[in-house]
Structures are given as structure tokens and as C-alpha cells.
């Protein structure tokens, strides 16, 4: 079929730019809006909007993204269901030469990009886990301390599997690329925000994102990445911090954490944190909710040195030394009168003493600062 309906009462449309063209087909489907998620040439554009108007005129809207993994099609999202959303609660105008009464009073969407394949299926999929969240939560969810949020973040990426499931009822071929679909789940953990055109910018889930990929660009071409991100100043802003890249979930994270430096700090407490301090001068420098757990996958049976490493997230009072925009570089203690060396940093990564290579790697050494155990965290800043 050219155009292939999603399952579900609304008129929403997937296909391949080929149906666009084709008039008939829009006509008989009543399509009164076209989202085209592709990468349009200012010239290609110009000559659509030299085309006479068809009749029932179409409201159209364009995403101009390539189909590649890198690309950012997250930051597009709210533009894109609320543009879906909009059309399909519009009444079509006069003309209209479809039949069935009920389907000519509704508003159709037809969401493409070149072969129907990954783009637009992103667009689909980032529609129907914003308008429809309860349909794609996991039987488990509905038992868990999590089902009343309308959006559990630890179930992201089976939402995103059952939404591509659906939408492969009606286009068998979809497959969004491994890219999209980590920006689907990112848009799901951060409660799919579409409250504006810049919502998902706003949230600094997004920009951590952001710094992530910058790390991965910047690294490859040999330099320090261009954009900074800071995990303390994150959650002052009352975000709730997203799962590492290994995709393991943020519950299960921190008690691996808290487990790691419990061990090394050798005391273990009930409702109690543990913080990394100067050993100079008792300064926090972080807390378990910033350690990184880190774990070597060699196995060549020598027995592992110990870890003299606390892999730590950027930091604010890191600030001064990270933008100047080296490579890597020594970590001093913040604390003015002390000053006194606490690690160091690459953002080519490093490989610890237990044989696990971290990248990038902001190490505070377990020599230089003293592991404590406290009933409240100090804030950090």
C-alpha cells in the first residue's frame, strides 16, 4: 500500500515520498495534513510551493533531518505531535471525496520521509508514546511503585519496542535507526515534553544528551568536546537523572554505587550516603548519586589489581579547568587554600588499575581524597 493507516481510531497515515505526488491517493484517504520528515533542498522546496493548490487544500509541515544516527531528530519532537495531533482533531474543509461520514469529519495526517522506513517512522512512534503512554507501559509497570506516573521511566525501552511493534502492524519494513530509537526512550524518560516548540531543549536531560554526543564527536577528531555538562547543576534544576549510556536503570546504578563505595570506604549504614572528600582539607568533592561504577570485561586470568580510581560525572567546581579545553589535564581541589591534587581527567578515557577502560575519565584517586560515610549529603557547589 502507499499509504499505510496506524492501528487505533484516528486517521494516521505512514508511507514513502513516492504517495506524496500522487493526488488520487492523498484525495481518497482524505489526507489534510503531510508531515514530510526528510532532508528537503531549498529548491525542491520552492518548487512544491510553486505547485497550483490542491483542492481541499493540504496543510504541510517539514522536518528537514538525514537518516543517520547521529542526527538530531529528538529536539524536533514537540513541533512534530503537536503538528500530528493538530491535524488529525481538524475538520476537513468542503471537497472532500471521501465517503464514510464519520472518517470525512476527522482530520488525516500522512507522515513520510523517503522510503517509509526510519524517519517517519521516529515521527510515528514519537506520537503515539505522548498521546497514547498507557498502551505501551509494560504488565509490570502496573504492579510497581511506578504506575502512577503517566510515563515510568524504567520501562523506556520496552514502550518503544511495543510502539514500533504497532506501527509494524500497518509497515512491516519500519526500522528506525539504533540512533532514534535511543532518542525515543530519552523522550520517553523525560515524560515526552511537547508543552512548547523548545520543551525538549528545556530539559537538561536533553543537554546531557547533547554533551554525550559531543564527548563521542570531539574524542574521535582528537579534541576536548566544545559543549559542557555538569551533573550536580542538573539536579538542582529538580530533573531526575537520566541512565548511563550502558542503558542500566538509575535505581540499580546508584546501588551499585553505593555498594562500590561502601566497600571501599569499608562501612555500610542503612539511610546513609557516602562522600569523596579532600584529604587535605575535608571539602566534598562528590557524592555516591555522581560516582560512576565502573567494571573491566578482561579476563585473562591474572588476578585484578586493585582499583585506585573513583570515576566520577562532571562536576560544577570542575568548571575553571574543563573549559579551558584540553585533552586531558590535573583536578585540583576546589577549596582556594588548599589546592591540593585530587585526580585528573581525559576525555580519550583511561584505563584504571582494575583493567576497565572508562572514556571519558574524571578520576578522583582513592589516595588523594577520604571515602565518608554521612546521614545527609552535603550540597555540592
Given at each position: 500500500?502507499?499509504?499505510?493507516?496506524?492501528?487505533?481510531?484516528?486517521?494516521?497515515?505512514?508511507?514513502?515520498?513516492?504517495?506524496?505526488?500522487?493526488?488520487?491517493?492523498?484525495?481518497?484517504?482524505?489526507?489534510?495534513?503531510?508531515?514530510?520528515?526528510?532532508?528537503?533542498?531549498?529548491?525542491?522546496?520552492?518548487?512544491?510551493?510553486?505547485?497550483?493548490?490542491?483542492?481541499?487544500?493540504?496543510?504541510?509541515?517539514?522536518?528537514?533531518?538525514?537518516?543517520l544516527e547521529e542526527e538530531d531528530l529528538l529536539v524536533h519532537f514537540p513541533r512534530i505531535v503537536r503538528f500530528i495531533d493538530g491535524g488529525l482533531r481538524s475538520k476537513p474543509v468542503s471537497g472532500s471525496t471521501v465517503e464514510d461520514t464519520e472518517a470525512a469529519t476527522k482530520g488525516a495526517v500522512?507522515?513520510?520521509?523517503?522510503?517509509?522506513?526510519?524517519?517517519?517512522?521516529?515521527?510515528?512512534?514519537?506520537?503515539?508514546?505522548?498521546?497514547?503512554?498507557?498502551?505501551?507501559?509494560?504488565?509490570?509497570?502496573?504492579?510497581?511503585?511506578?504506575?502512577?506516573?503517566?510515563?515510568?521511566?524504567?520501562?523506556?525501552?520496552?514502550?518503544?519496542?511495543?510502539?514500533?511493534?504497532?506501527?509494524?502492524?500497518?509497515?512491516?519494513?519500519?526500522?528506525?535507526?539504533?540512533?532514534?530509537?535511543?532518542?525515543?526512550?530519552?523522550?520517553?524518560?523525560?515524560?515526552?515534553?511537547?508543552?512548547?516548540?523548545?520543551?525538549?531543549?528545556?530539559?537538561?536531560?536533553?543537554?546531557?544528551?547533547?554533551?554525550?554526543?559531543?564527548?563521542?564527536?570531539?574524542?574521535?577528531?582528537?579534541?576536548?568536546?566544545?559543549?559542557?555538562w555538569f551533573g550536580d547543576e542538573a539536579t538542582n534544576e529538580g530533573e531526575e537523572r537520566s541512565p548511563p549510556r550502558e542503558e542500566k536503570d538509575v535505581l540499580a546504578v546508584r546501588q551499585e554505587t553505593t555498594a562500590l563505595v561502601a566497600a571501599a570506604a569499608d562501612e555500610e549504614g542503612p539511610?546513609?550516603?557516602?562522600?569523596?572528600?579532600?584529604?587535605?582539607?575535608?571539602?566534598?568533592?562528590?557524592?555516591?548519586?555522581?560516582?560512576?561504577?565502573?567494571?573491566?570485561?578482561?579476563?585473562?586470568?591474572?588476578?585484578?589489581?586493585?582499583?585506585?580510581?573513583?570515576?566520577?560525572?562532571?562536576?560544577?567546581?570542575?568548571?575553571?579547568?574543563?573549559?579551558?579545553?584540553?585533552?586531558?589535564?590535573?583536578?585540583?581541589?576546589?577549596?582556594?587554600?588548599?589546592?591540593?591534587?585530587?585526580?585528573?581527567?581525559?576525555?580519550?578515557?583511561?584505563?584504571?588499575?582494575?583493567?576497565?577502560?572508562?572514556?571519558?575519565?574524571?578520576?578522583?584517586?582513592?589516595?588523594?581524597?577520604?571515602?565518608?560515610?554521612?546521614?545527609?549529603?552535603?550540597?555540592?557547589?
Amino acid at each position: 500500500m502507499p499509504l499505510d493507516r496506524i492501528p487505533g481510531e484516528d486517521s494516521l497515515y505512514i508511507g514513502s515520498a513516492f504517495a506524496v505526488g500522487q493526488q488520487k491517493i492523498l484525495d481518497s484517504h482524505n489526507i489534510t495534513h503531510i508531515l514530510s520528515v526528510l532532508q528537503y533542498t531549498a529548491r525542491e522546496k520552492a518548487e512544491i510551493a510553486a505547485k497550483p493548490p490542491c483542492t481541499p487544500p493540504r496543510t504541510r509541515m517539514f522536518i528537514d533531518v538525514d537518516d543517520l544516527e547521529e542526527e538530531d531528530l529528538l529536539v524536533h519532537f514537540p513541533r512534530i505531535v503537536r503538528f500530528i495531533d493538530g491535524g488529525l482533531r481538524s475538520k476537513p474543509v468542503s471537497g472532500s471525496t471521501v465517503e464514510d461520514t464519520e472518517a470525512a469529519t476527522k482530520g488525516a495526517v500522512y507522515v513520510h520521509c523517503a522510503m517509509g522506513k526510519s524517519r517517519s517512522a521516529t515521527a510515528v512512534i514519537a506520537y503515539l508514546l505522548w498521546k497514547r503512554p498507557e498502551q505501551f507501559r509494560t504488565d509490570g509497570a502496573t504492579k510497581s511503585p511506578e504506575s502512577t506516573q503517566r510515563y515510568p521511566p524504567a520501562v523506556a525501552e520496552d514502550a518503544v519496542r511495543r510502539a514500533l511493534a504497532l506501527v509494524r502492524q500497518a509497515r512491516a519494513i519500519v526500522e528506525p535507526n539504533p540512533g532514534f530509537m535511543e532518542q525515543l526512550a530519552l523522550w520517553w524518560r523525560m515524560g515526552c515534553p511537547a508543552d512548547g516548540p523548545d520543551a525538549v531543549e528545556r530539559r537538561p536531560a536533553y543537554r546531557r544528551w547533547l554533551y554525550e554526543k559531543d564527548v563521542v564527536e570531539s574524542t574521535r577528531m582528537g579534541q576536548a568536546p566544545g559543549r559542557l555538562w555538569f551533573g550536580d547543576e542538573a539536579t538542582n534544576e529538580g530533573e531526575e537523572r537520566s541512565p548511563p549510556r550502558e542503558e542500566k536503570d538509575v535505581l540499580a546504578v546508584r546501588q551499585e554505587t553505593t555498594a562500590l563505595v561502601a566497600a571501599a570506604a569499608d562501612e555500610e549504614g542503612p539511610g546513609q550516603n557516602f562522600q569523596l572528600r579532600c584529604k587535605v582539607c575535608r571539602r566534598v568533592l562528590a557524592d555516591a548519586a555522581f560516582i560512576i561504577p565502573h567494571e573491566s570485561t578482561e579476563d585473562d586470568g591474572r588476578p585484578r589489581a586493585a582499583c585506585n580510581h573513583h570515576f566520577v560525572e562532571p562536576l560544577s567546581w570542575m568548571r575553571p579547568v574543563l573549559e579551558q579545553g584540553e585533552l586531558e589535564g590535573r583536578l585540583v581541589c576546589p577549596n582556594t587554600r588548599c589546592n591540593a591534587l585530587v585526580g585528573r581527567y581525559s576525555w580519550q578515557g583511561f584505563k584504571c588499575t582494575c583493567r576497565a577502560w572508562v572514556c571519558p575519565a574524571i578520576s578522583l584517586q582513592h589516595s588523594r581524597v577520604d571515602c565518608v560515610t554521612v546521614r545527609q549529603a552535603a550540597k555540592i557547589s
